[in-house]
């Protein structure tokens, strides 16, 4: 059976993205007035953000001078100082916002991590996701916390080696099939996919995907104890 259980963290254990959806709403109200196409004041931030995640990296910092930049180019630089300001303040209210655990994840953790190792695997700015995991309070469920700059297959193959685990038993959980499935399941580990609405277009954003042995899907974390017990019977 599995030696270790893995776990996505934003999107997957809590709320993430709606965050970002409200921030990016507020970004366009202040833009409308140098930009009166709404769709095209967002498209333009999404193209900076995803470019400069190969820059920044992922994270509230990284989306905080996307916004700062497509503001300038939207506004082609006549945006006030004032609105600056506030854009700046709209990253630091992120980072400060309690998170906001989703209302099933403590009870299945609890109940897994009576009979499994778990492993949280969440890739960002390495201070701002610390700060984020101390403060849901769900770290003493989880043996190992590892964060990362990116979920690729080299990144989790070096993560299995590291933990001397074997890939055909290893599970990951998460609600991205570019950064929690697809890298998996090409080592040969297994996977469970949770879709989510929220879920960033730039994770969904894969070339082809069959379904395939060791790739499970469910609708919502609290089936995940469920999907596990059937799979040890069968085993």
Request: no cysteine.
């Amino acid at each position: 059976m599995f030696e270790m259980l893995a776990f996505d963290a934003d999107d997957t254990l809590w709320n993430n993205e709606v965050y970002y959806t409200r921030a990016k709403e507020e970004f366009t109200d202040w833009l409308e007035i140098y930009e009166d196409d709404r769709e095209q004041i967002t498209l333009r931030l999404d193209e900076i953000e995803e470019g400069n995640v190969e820059i920044y990296g992922y994270g509230i910092k990284s989306f905080t001078l996307s916004m700062i930049e497509a503001a300038l180019q939207i506004s082609r630089g006549l945006i006030s100082p004032e609105h600056l300001e506030e854009i700046i303040g709209l990253g630091r209210n992120m980072l400060l916002t309690p998170v906001e655990i989703f209302p099933e994840t403590e009870a299945v953790l609890a109940a897994l991590a009576r009979d499994w190792e778990m492993m949280l695997i969440t890739k960002g700015d390495v201070f701002e996701q610390s700060k984020k995991i101390e403060r849901t309070g769900l770290r003493g469920y989880f043996r190992h916390i590892e964060i990362v700059g990116e979920k690729t297959t080299p990144v989790y193959r070096a993560l299995i080696e590291r933990h001397r685990l074997d890939p055909q038993r290893f599970l990951m959980v998460g609600n991205s099939l570019r950064s929690d499935i697809l890298p998996v399941l090409e080592l040969g580990g297994q996977a469970v996919y949770i879709p989510y609405a929220n879920t960033w277009a730039h994770e969904h954003k894969v070339d082809h995907f069959d379904t395939q042995d060791g790739y499970y899907e469910i609708e919502q974390l609290g089936q995940l104890p469920e999907l596990l017990e059937s799979l040890r019977r069968v085993r």
